[in-house]
Structure formats: structure tokens, C-alpha cells
Nanobody, 117 residues
């Protein structure tokens, strides 16, 4: 089985920064093979893509976070990151880590980010 454990969510004021982490593990899980991504789900809304990074390091961002968020991965530590700067109240959501490879996809349990003064 594959486990994805997110951390780093918190309450932060508008304009602030947070860094989310996602630690991946599993007996047959090869982190470097998987594409990875961050998704978020605000209360009452559908889950949406935030950013993805392929196994060769190519990144993709939702228009709403371009220039503010940065996704990165450390294959040696089996860890995915999301650096979030210039946070806005509309960034408030539960953030989920995702791993994907061919037909396989795995999700973490989520971490709450709240942006409020």
C-alpha cells in the first residue's frame, strides 16, 4: 500500500506564507516514478487542481495560483512540497496530496489551510 501524509496546514493572515509537505511511503512505492500533485477542496465546492509535477520535474499550475505557489519534489526524501506565498482568503481549503502513475492514483488525508485576518 501507498501512504501519503500531508502536513503544514495552518491558520495564516492574508498575504502570509505556508509550506505544505507530503511524505510518501509504501513497501513497493517508488516515489521517483510517480507524478505528484496538490489539489484543494473548499467547503461546498468540488476538489480542484492546484499544481502538479511530473516524474521528470515538469510543473503545471492552476491559473489562480500561478506566480504565488511553487510545487517541488525531493526524490531522495520521498517528499512533495507546496510553497504558498501571498495567500488570499480564497485559498482557504483542505489541501490534498496526490500520486499518480498510469492507472494508479493515491490520495492523502488532507491538511487544512485557512487564510483569515
Amino acid at each position: 500500500q501507498v501512504q501519503l501524509v500531508e502536513s503544514g496546514g495552518n491558520l495564516v493572515q492574508p498575504g502570509g506564507s505556508l509550506r505544505l509537505s507530503c511524505a510518501a511511503s509504501g513497501s513497493i512505492f517508488i516515489f521517483g516514478v510517480y507524478g505528484m500533485g496538490w489539489y484543494r477542496q473548499a467547503q461546498g465546492k468540488q476538489r480542484e487542481l492546484v499544481a502538479t509535477v511530473t516524474n521528470d520535474g515538469s510543473t503545471n499550475y492552476a491559473d489562480s495560483v500561478k506566480g504565488r505557489f511553487t510545487i517541488s519534489r525531493d526524490n531522495a526524501r520521498n517528499t512533495l512540497y507546496l510553497q504558498m506565498n501571498s495567500l488570499k482568503p480564497e485559498d482557504t481549503a483542505v489541501y490534498y496530496c496526490n500520486a499518480y502513475y498510469k492507472s494508479l492514483t493515491y490520495w492523502g488525508q488532507g491538511t487544512q489551510v485557512t487564510v483569515s485576518s
